[in-house]
């Protein structure tokens, strides 16, 4: 029998993959056009959505030099580096994860990348470094892309057979200092919270979180235990994702993790999540441990597998006091407004979610299917059910986490088109219908505990207006 790994923890780095963030009520400032909270540079020309003519929202940069789209994130987290830097990697690159995988061979020696999930091949394929605090990513031209059966490294070493997915093999190495790279500094204000902005060497900035300088430390909105929303540590180790692990081999030391792929250093904190709705206790860094324990399924204490990610000690609870309150203010104007996190000061320190007035809920840029692109529905369903048994009006079923709170989205987007349908739930449904492969209308089981809502499709026009810039 294995022993326990280590569990997949959150990924709060440079640019913030921030769970459980959690929003004040809003007061709202109108008639005003929010700032813009990104800046181009002399190489890097920014590439940003603007909706409704008012809201400009940064999507990424456009790299004059080497002509191609970058950004210092993608939808797997941030392109980091040791030093809170990160670099404005090309999009649509084949990834390869060091010490993890794909590889081609049955020892896991010849890497290759998974290509983009967009389909095609990328030009460059990253090499994602096991440790960010002490490396940077590593970029290769990439070859064309193949199917291959591939072999993936597990946490023992192991090289054991995976799928068969598509790849691309590496052609050259990138020479280091091809791509931009930018460092995280902490704005000047006499506020206790102020911004953090990822500076790079060409001038570009874009603002990715806050900082506390009463506390010294990068910090995010977040739920400290007392209900008020706070700004708290956002560059923690975490213990109760995934195994329960501890620092001892009688299993009696509790201890927090953190995967050190994702991790900007150094760590100012731990949080003991409680529950599955993302709040916690947080708690003081403790010693970094060399090993982590965990109950095997015999019940033993056995050591865990803990070569990529930090182990360290729980340190005392913080109490939720000790983190300054964060409000929320939405700037804009009638029809869309740009959401804003503030702590202590009159300025906005971080800019979040779009949010549609006429539905007071976030809206995202997506293509309409009228051809044009609008701040749809935030909130995506698959819209895939109907309301009665003759499968004539559109419903969906929302799976329940139980971290709802009662409060549902009234307005969606179909999360499998593109271009992309809009939906008003209209009411909820005690059944709902589906048609089977031969085509008839049937009763719909949910497979895990739902609620099923009526819809009726919205026209585009019903959403604001979006358009595509650069610099």
Same mark, same amino acid.
């Given at each position: 029998?294995?022993?326990?790994?280590?569990?997949?923890?959150?990924c709060l780095?440079?640019?913030?993959?921030d769970?459980?963030e959690?929003?004040?009520?809003?007061?709202?400032?109108?008639?005003?056009?929010?700032?813009?909270?990104?800046?181009?540079?002399?190489?890097?020309?920014?590439?940003?959505?603007?909706?409704?003519?008012?809201?400009?929202v940064?999507?990424?940069?456009?790299?004059?030099?080497?002509?191609v789209?970058?950004? %210092?994130?993608?939808? !797997?987290?941030?392109?980091?580096?040791?030093?809170?830097?990160?670099?404005?990697l090309?999009?649509?690159?084949?990834?390869?994860?060091?010490?993890?995988?794909?590889?081609?061979?049955?020892?896991?020696t010849?890497?290759?990348?998974?290509?983009?999930?967009?389909?095609? &091949?990328g030009?460059?394929?990253?090499? !994602?470094?096991?440790?960010?605090?002490?490396?940077?990513?590593?970029?290769?031209?990439?070859?064309?892309?193949? =199917?291959?059966?591939?072999?993936?490294?597990?946490?023992?070493?192991?090289? $054991?057979?995976?799928?068969?997915? $598509?790849?691309?093999?590496?052609?050259?190495?990138?020479?280091?200092?091809? %791509?931009?790279?930018?460092?995280?500094?902490?704005?000047?204000?006499?506020?206790?919270?102020?911004?953090?902005?990822?500076?790079?060497?060409?001038?570009?900035?874009?603002?990715?979180?806050?900082?506390?300088?009463?506390?010294?430390?990068?910090?995010?909105?977040?739920?400290?235990?007392?209900?008020?929303?706070?700004?708290?540590?956002?560059?923690?180790?975490?213990?109760?994702?995934?195994? =329960?692990?501890?620092?001892?081999?009688?299993?009696?030391?509790?201890?927090?993790?953190?995967?050190?792929?994702?991790?900007?250093?150094?760590?100012?904190?731990?949080? $003991?999540?409680?529950? &599955?709705?993302?709040?916690?206790?947080?708690?003081?860094?403790?010693?970094?441990?060399?090993?982590?324990?965990?109950?095997?399924?015999?019940?033993?204490?056995?050591?865990?597998?803990?070569?990529?990610?930090?182990v360290?000690?729980l340190?005392?609870?913080?109490?939720?006091?000790? %983190?300054?309150?964060?409000?929320?203010?939405?700037v804009?104007?009638?029809?869309?407004?740009?959401?804003?996190?503030?702590?202590?000061?009159?300025e906005? $320190?971080?800019?979040t979610e779009?949010?549609?007035?006429a539905?007071?809920?976030?809206c995202?840029?997506?293509? &309409?299917?009228?051809?044009?692109?609008?701040?749809?529905?935030?909130?995506?369903?698959?819209?895939?059910?109907?309301?009665?048994?003759?499968?004539?009006?559109?419903?969906?079923?929302?799976?329940l986490?139980?971290?709802?709170?009662?409060?549902f989205?009234?307005?969606?987007?179909?999360?499998?088109?593109?271009?992309?349908?809009?939906?008003?739930?209209?009411?909820? =449904?005690?059944?709902?219908?589906?048609?089977?492969?031969?085509?008839?209308?049937?009763?719909?089981?949910?497979?895990?505990?739902s609620?099923?809502?009526?819809?009726?499709? =919205?026209p585009?026009?019903?959403?604001?207006? &979006?358009?595509?810039h650069?610099?």
């Amino acid at each position: 029998m294995r022993a326990p790994t280590l569990a997949a923890g959150l990924c709060l780095g440079v640019l913030g993959c921030d769970a459980g963030e959690r929003a004040a009520p809003a007061v709202t400032e109108r008639d005003a056009a929010p700032p813009r909270d990104f800046a181009s540079g002399s190489r890097l020309r920014a590439r940003y959505h603007r909706v409704d003519d008012l809201v400009d929202v940064l999507v990424g940069f456009h790299d004059a030099m080497l002509a191609v789209d970058c950004a %210092f994130a993608d939808e !797997q987290g941030g392109h980091l580096g040791p030093g809170a830097t990160a670099y404005c990697l090309p999009d649509g690159m084949a990834r390869h994860r060091e010490g993890s995988g794909p590889y081609l061979d049955g020892q896991c020696t010849e890497a290759v990348g998974v290509a983009p999930p967009s389909g095609g &091949a990328g030009a460059f394929a990253v090499v !994602q470094p096991r440790d960010a605090c002490t490396r940077a990513p590593v970029v290769y031209a990439a070859r064309s892309a193949e =199917l291959r059966r591939v072999y993936v490294k597990e946490a023992s070493g192991l090289c $054991v057979l995976g799928d068969r997915i $598509v790849v691309q093999p590496f052609g050259d190495r990138v020479p280091e200092g091809t %791509f931009v790279r930018a460092t995280e500094v902490a704005e000047v204000s006499p506020a206790r919270i102020g911004a953090r902005v990822l500076v790079a060497e060409d001038g570009a900035r874009v603002v990715v979180g806050g900082y506390d300088r009463v506390r010294g430390e990068a910090v995010r909105v977040g739920d400290a235990g007392d209900g008020e929303a706070r700004w708290v540590p956002s560059r923690v180790a975490f213990r109760g994702t995934g195994e =329960l692990l501890f620092g001892d081999a009688t299993c009696a030391q509790p201890v927090a993790t953190k995967i050190a792929r994702t991790a900007t250093c150094p760590l100012s904190g731990a949080v $003991v999540l409680e529950g &599955a709705c993302g709040g916690g206790t947080y708690h003081a860094l403790g010693e970094p441990l060399a090993a982590a324990f965990g109950v095997s399924a015999s019940g033993a204490c056995v050591r865990a597998e803990s070569s990529a990610t930090f182990v360290v000690a729980l340190g005392e609870a913080v109490p939720a006091s000790a %983190f300054s309150v964060a409000t929320v203010v939405d700037v804009g104007g009638a029809r869309v407004r740009r959401r804003s996190t503030r702590g202590d000061g009159p300025e906005a $320190v971080t800019w979040t979610e779009i949010v549609d007035v006429a539905t007071s809920e976030a809206c995202v840029v997506a293509p &309409a299917t009228d051809g044009t692109l609008r701040c749809l529905p935030g909130a995506a369903e698959v819209v895939n059910l109907y309301a009665e048994d003759t499968c004539a009006s559109p419903a969906f079923a929302h799976p329940l986490t139980g971290c709802e709170g009662g409060r549902f989205a009234r307005v969606v987007r179909d999360a499998l088109d593109t271009p992309a349908r809009a939906f008003e739930a209209t009411g909820d =449904l005690a059944v709902a219908f589906t048609r089977d492969p031969s085509g008839r209308c049937t009763r719909f089981t949910p497979a895990v505990p739902s609620r099923l809502f009526a819809a009726r499709e =919205l026209p585009p026009s019903r959403f604001p207006p &979006a358009t595509t810039h650069r610099d």
